[in-house]
């Protein structure tokens, strides 16, 4: 596995630790590879999974949104204590998507026929706005090269193996820099508020 010395054996005892427990040990420190062997492990179980609550570029975005989470959040790697990591994945999975289902739900409003007009010219100016922000970002944060990852996969809401098979890129590739673009939005998005 190639861990490092301090995951080969128990910090306390020095004892050797068993290959469950030091993929675990791993899988908690937040080890490049054993995320990448994880990911590849149980992209397909995730996806069934959630297979029934979002669909679409939704499901792609739940998908990648858990395994975002399971880098970012330490917290989220300790709450796994040992068994079938495919089932926690699943449940932890399962739940973002009726947590991303929820929030849409929220931000649907329903309108009147009496409101129709005032809400497209709303819309209308939203969309010219958001045009504006993209452009921006676009220009000011975005490396060249990442630009055609930006448009498919945010802007058109392509599925990240569609875009990636569009581009000519490993989906791996296109998934890290959806990864890095989302950051990069984000960053831009908050700092534009204050």
Known sequence: ???PAHIESDHLTGRPLS??????AAFHAGDRQTFADCYRDHFDGVERAIGGIVSGPD???V????FSRLIAREELRRSFQGG???AWLATVARNAAID???KLARETTSTTDADAGAVDAW???EAAHARLVVERFRREMLPVDWAPVFDLCFVQQMSQREAARALGLHRTTLAYRELRIRRA??????EGDS
């Open 185 to 190: 939005l984000r960053r831009f998005l908050l």
């Open 84 to 86: 079938s990591v495919g």
């Open 123 to 125: 819309r209308w100016e």
């Open 19 to 24: 290959e469950e427990a030091k993929w675990l």
């Open 59 to 61: 499901r792609e975005t």
């Open 63 to 66: 998908i990648h949104e858990v």
């Open 1 to 3: 596995m190639g861990l």
């Open 100 to 102: 991303y289902r929820r």
